[in-house]
């Protein structure tokens, strides 16, 4: 795999981190800048917004620039943007570069996609997706515990800082190992690329890319809830709990990235009815602790290892259409970490399944993803078979 892939890693690395971190923040925030608790998780869903709404948009406007100028104008917008966040006493220019933030995540992940795709070669991109998407899982299970250390010792600033710190290296990388390319005056334009991604094969993958990454997010989300309520385990075990399922999920973009690129069907299927069985198993298990840290590593591993496989399945599926196929994947896989979550909290609210609420909604959402990818499977194989012509 090329150097600038893992370089590429590392700047998700950092984006990633920036994503979930403020979950360890919120209280720090409160203090020092006199706001409510519903103000600062605002900044959560202000940067999902962003990331939904500016995967496809920003992945559209930079299409006629050249990858490498594209890649570090993200980067250093992504950079500045946390600088300015760590100095500010205003809660409304933190608001503000916290969509800026996201915009920059979403183009420089469209783009990154495409980039790192193009870079492994036409037989490579599932294990170049799994170099991006586990410097993911690796702010899951570093960089947001760090960020909360952090705030622990020096205020949740440090945080901001840190996420800039770890992005300059990222951005003079870059700079050094991704290939300078000219602008290709007989590149795609938008409107052909958007005519590519028009295919049922595409539409359907980011469906099931957006119900997967709902079911991973919604328990996710309410991890310690489950845990502490459902299981009964102390709340020092959280940490520790998040720490695993942040484990299994490198375990599984890994896994994934092997396997994507040569066996993506028989991933998708085994690994897609696993992962209902393990919801589903997790749902009358949740009071054993034991089978719970298992399922925790467990779930995690298929949720991600399913997930990023169908990232690599939309890239292969718009060959035509390379940036913004990336874009619109991050914007179906973030359509899905924004309600997935927020079905649970219905869930919660309704007292569908009580403790175990995110667990019954992320099972269900498999189940619909299931049921979706077996009607497409079996509705073009009829299709694929009235269209063949019969002999004698």
């Known amino acids: 795999m090329p150097f600038a892939v893992y370089v590429l890693g590392l700047a998700v690395f950092a984006q990633g981190t920036s994503e979930f971190m403020l979950s360890g923040l919120v209280h720090d925030i409160v203090a020092d800048l006199r706001v409510s608790i519903p103000a600062v998780g605002s900044l959560t869903s202000a940067f999902a917004v962003g990331m939904v709404v500016g995967a496809p ?9 050249p990858r490498r100028g594209a890649l570090l104008a993200f980067l250093t917008a992504f950079l500045v943007v946390h600088v300015v966040g760590a100095v500010t006493t205003s809660f409304e220019v933190l608001f503000v570069t916290r969509v800026i933030a996201a915009l920059a995540n979403a183009g420089f992940l469209a783009v990154g996609l495409a980039t790192a795709a193009g870079l492994a070669g036409p037989h490579g991109k599932g294990r170049a997706t799994s170099v991006l998407l586990s410097g993911i899982t690796l702010a899951c299970i570093a960089g947001v515990p760090l960020g909360a250390v952090l705030s622990g010792f020096w205020g949740w600033r440090s945080a901001f800082w840190a996420v800039a710190a770890v992005s300059l290296p990222a951005l003079l ?26 295919t049922p094969r595409l539409v359907v993958t980011l469906v099931l890319g957006a119900l997967v ?14 845990i502490t309520g459902a299981t009964g385990l102390g709340a020092g075990w959280v940490p520790a709990v998040l720490a695993l399922f942040g484990i299994g999920s490198f375990v599984g973009v890994t896994v994934g990235g092997m396997l994507s690129d040569t066996r993506p069907v028989p991933l998708l299927v085994v690994g897609t ?15 054993n602790p034991v089978a719970t840290l298992a399922l925790v590593f467990v779930q995690g ?4 290892g399913v997930g990023s496989t169908l990232i690599t399945q939309v890239l292969y599926a718009a060959t035509d259409a ?10 179906a896989f973030n ?18 399944g009580g403790d175990r609420a995110p667990l019954v909604v992320s099972a269900v959402l498999v189940a619909a993803a299931l049921m979706i990818g077996a009607t497409a499977y079996a509705f073009s194989r009829t299709t694929e078979a009235r269209r063949t012509p019969r002999l004698g």
Do not use: K, Q
């Open 301 to 304: 591993t298929l949720s991600f």
């Open 322 to 331: 390379p940036t913004l196929a990336g874009g619109f994947a991050t914007a």
């Open 335 to 352: 359509v899905g970490a924004a309600a997935g979550p927020a079905l649970g909290g219905v869930a919660f609210a309704m007292g569908l």
């Open 57 to 65: 948009l920003v992945a559209m406007l930079s299409l006629r620039w």
């Open 213 to 226: 990454n709902g079911a991973t997010f919604c328990t996710f989300t309410y991890l310690a809830p489950v």
């Open 173 to 198: 990388a870059i700079l050094r190992a991704v290939p300078a390319a000219p602008v290709n005056p007989a590149a795609p334009s938008a409107r052909h690329e958007l005519r590519s991604l028009r």
């Open 273 to 287: 009815s696993a992962l209902l069985v393990g919801w589903l198993a997790f749902v009358f298990l949740a009071a």
